[in-house]
């Protein structure tokens, strides 16, 4: 890992800063990132382009202050029970940045099981409020581990909403459905092609085309120019590794090469 007196940036601190990407400009709106990278995404961008961004404590509470991952908050905002916690996610008022079992071209997302539903292979989490969550507010997916097991031609059960299930089901599941971003070990992707299927949007400095399409289980629109994820800044360098994750945890997350 590099130490906190270079500029060098390591893979974890890229999905950082890209994660932190996903909240910028979105106003007074609640952060819910799931995850050790989105978490000081999150925060990063609360204390730099995105002030106004709300943060939690992870549970119940909504936070005034930006604490170092697994320390606890100083500044107390307000409460956030389930029943409020829900009304914004239902009215559009949260970007959750989820994790995701499988993930494939149309932005279907599964966390539930692994194999027929009737007898599956692996249980995981369950449906969750996935499907809530991807008709109702921004929901982008963080993956650390790029691979043709989570990237798969078809999800072997719906729980988040694709692009192309939310406009089979029409104008009431389309309406406010959107997937700006999905982040992974190895690259930024986006749905902004005609079909709506996944793009490749920046690749992390040190990966190539080729390995990402090799650990993809499906085609991807390549533009002809892919360019890399954006370098964090020294200021941003020095949130993260002072401020945000003094520990060191993002890189047990996304571990250096």
């Not at 107390?76 to 940045?97: D, F, I, N, S």
């Not at 691979?147 to 389309?174: I, K, L, N, Q, W």
Request: aromatic letters at 6%; a neutral charge; hydrophobic letters at 40%.
């Amino acid at each position: 890992m590099s130490g906190t007196g270079t500029t060098t940036a390591t893979r974890a601190e890229y999905c950082v800063v890209a994660c932190a990407e996903a909240w910028r400009g979105a106003g007074e709106v609640l952060a819910t990132p799931m995850g050790t990278v989105p978490t000081i995404g999150a925060r990063l961008a609360k204390l730099t382009f995105s002030p106004d961004l709300l943060l939690t404590d992870g549970e119940a509470l909504l936070i005034g202050d930006v604490p170092a991952v697994g320390a606890q908050a100083r500044v107390v905002e307000g409460w956030l029970p389930y029943r409020r916690h829900l009304a914004l996610v239902a009215t559009g008022r949260r970007h959750v940045m989820m994790g995701a079992a499988q993930l494939d071209r149309h932005g279907n997302q599964n966390i539930s099981c692994i194999g027929d539903w009737a007898r599956p292979r692996r249980q995981l989490l369950g449906v969750r409020g996935a499907p809530v969550n991807t008709l109702n507010n921004p929901t982008s997916y963080w993956v650390p581990r790029h691979s043709t097991r989570v990237f798969v031609e078809r999800v072997d059960m719906v729980c988040g909403v694709g692009y192309d299930r939310a406009a089979a089901a029409g104008p009431s599941a389309t309406r406010f459905h959107r997937i700006p971003d999905v982040i992974s070990d190895l690259g930024v992707f986006d749905f902004e092609t005609p079909d709506r299927t996944m793009r490749l949007r920046s690749l992390h400095p040190g990966v190539t085309v080729e390995q990402v399409t090799e650990a993809t289980g499906f085609a991807l629109t390549v533009p002809d120019e892919v360019p890399y994820t954006r370098e964090p800044s020294a200021e941003e360098l020095r949130l993260i590794r002072e401020v945000i994750d003094p520990e060191g945890l993002r890189e047990r997350e996304v571990p250096t090469a």
